[in-house]
């Protein structure tokens, strides 16, 4: 069954999303609960997808024709990740409806070219520039004083395939690690804030921008999230409103991201788009009327757009790898103890360091309650704890 470019899929229908990790299981638990049936892509067999979907087609993210072949057995088709490649998109738009398209991936998944495109519509983006080779690459650095990021433009996530410059020794060593490759080079600025607001957008038009939350990360990887975003109301406003403008500008067909900073000054820039669900919005399966994840599933659908407003104040923090011991668990359950804690789990294997394999959540009365309850689960779940 094939929905044509201006039906609403149905519940009942297939859903075929391109990457298998953690957002997509996510949007998956949702899309069922909703009657939907899930086929999915991902080159891990025993991604965290699997025990969701009617099939798994275990395949490269830049096989066309693997794409083509799961997109035959779909009503319509997403994106869990910007690693697939823009061509399977485009292979596969002729036969369903692909959303996000694959215009909209290949200006998000290369950081120059994203950037240039925010340049070009007037976005506000701290100080960059362009590397294709070392000796841009230097003069760059040099221009920012040798305090800087440096990003490879393809593959990066998590904080990988870039490095922290603090000074010109560390540059050649940043460089050679990295790929060498094509990269960005960011001044790095003073940040006395990081926030992220997620906007929807379904074929007709219809648009819902959440309010933002804020975001702290640790070496590069988010540790704890929480929303409604404890900042003055002028600075949500402009975020929420940016968003809502990117979106529209990119002829959104899903969801989509915009991580911003918030300099010492008090400026508002946009650090990159993510077209998915995003970390930062785990919260919102508590914190919001309507999660991200049924809100994806809502807008790829093309069915009318859930409400986004707080119910709750609900902050999250990441269970990295790093907190298992030799393949055992921490102690959840002392985690759990404490009223409005609860537990996430991907399901995924093996428990590497800083691998992605959980989160708690902590509803409370207020922002800065959620992130302090979070923050308290996340203590009893320390190895030493756990072993008095
Ligand atoms: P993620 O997958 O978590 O979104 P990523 O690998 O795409 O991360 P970025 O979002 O580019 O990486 O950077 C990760 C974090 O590093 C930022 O959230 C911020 O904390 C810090 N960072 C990145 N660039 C800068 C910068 N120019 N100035 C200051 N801090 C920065
Ligand atoms: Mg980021």
């Known amino acids: 069954m094939t929905a044509g470019a201006r039906d609403p899929v149905p519940p009942g229908a297939t859903i075929g999303i391109l990457g298998g990790g953690q957002l997509g299981r996510m949007m998956a638990i949702a899309a069922r609960a909703m009657g939907y049936k899930i086929r999915a892509l991902d080159p891990d067999p025993a991604c965290a997808i699997r025990p969701l979907v009617e099939d798994l087609v275990a395949a490269p993210f830049d096989d066309p024709a693997a794409a083509v072949r799961l997109a035959q057995r779909c ?19 002729g036969r369903v409806p692909v959303r996000p398209n694959a215009n909209l991936l290949s200006i998000v998944q290369d950081r120059a070219r994203q950037k240039r495109w925010l340049d070009r519509q007037g976005y506000p983006l701290g100080p960059w520039r362009f590397a294709p080779s070392f000796d841009p690459l230097r003069a760059a650095a ?91 109301s002028g600075i949500a406003r402009e975020a929420r409103a940016l968003t809502h403008d990117i979106a529209e500008a990119l002829g959104l067909e899903g969801l989509l ?60 923090a990441n269970l990295l790898g790093d907190l298992w011991r030799d393949g055992t668990a921490p ?32 509803t409370a009365e207020t922002p800065e309650q959620a992130i302090e309850k979070v923050l308290e689960g996340m203590q009893q779940l320390q190895w030493h704890r756990a072993r008095r």
Request: some cysteine; aromatic content about 6%.
């Open 331 to 362: 102690p959840f359950e002392k985690a759990l103890k404490l009223s409005g804690v609860r537990l996430h789990l991907y399901d995924k294997h093996p428990p590497r360091p800083s691998r992605k394999m959980g989160h708690l959540s902590a």
């Open 257 to 316: 991201v915009v991580e911003m900073f918030v300099d010492k000054r008090g400026r508002l820039l946009v650090n990159e788009l993510a077209p998915r669900p995003h970390n930062s919005y785990h919260a919102s399966e508590q914190a919001c009327a309507t999660s991200q994840f049924e809100q994806a599933i809502r807008a790829i659908c093309d069915l009318p757009l859930g409400r986004a407003e707080v119910v709750q104040p609900t902050a999250i």
């Open 142 to 232: 040099a221009a920012f004083g040798f305090d800087c990021y440096i990003k490879a433009c393809r593959g990066g996530y998590d904080g990988r395939a870039q490095a922290r410059v603090c000074r010109e020794s560390e540059l050649a060593p940043a460089w050679e690690a990295l790929g060498p490759q094509a990269c960005v080079v960011e001044q790095a600025l003073d940040l006395e804030a990081e926030l992220s607001v997620l906007a929807a957008r379904r074929p007709s038009g219809e648009m819902v921008a959440y309010p933002p939350a804020l975001n702290r990360h640790e070496d590069g990887i988010l540790s704890w999230s929480v929303i409604p975003a404890p900042l003055p």
């Open 75 to 93: 009503a319509v088709l997403t994106i869990e990740t910007e690693r697939v490649s823009r061509y399977s998109l485009e292979q596969c738009a």
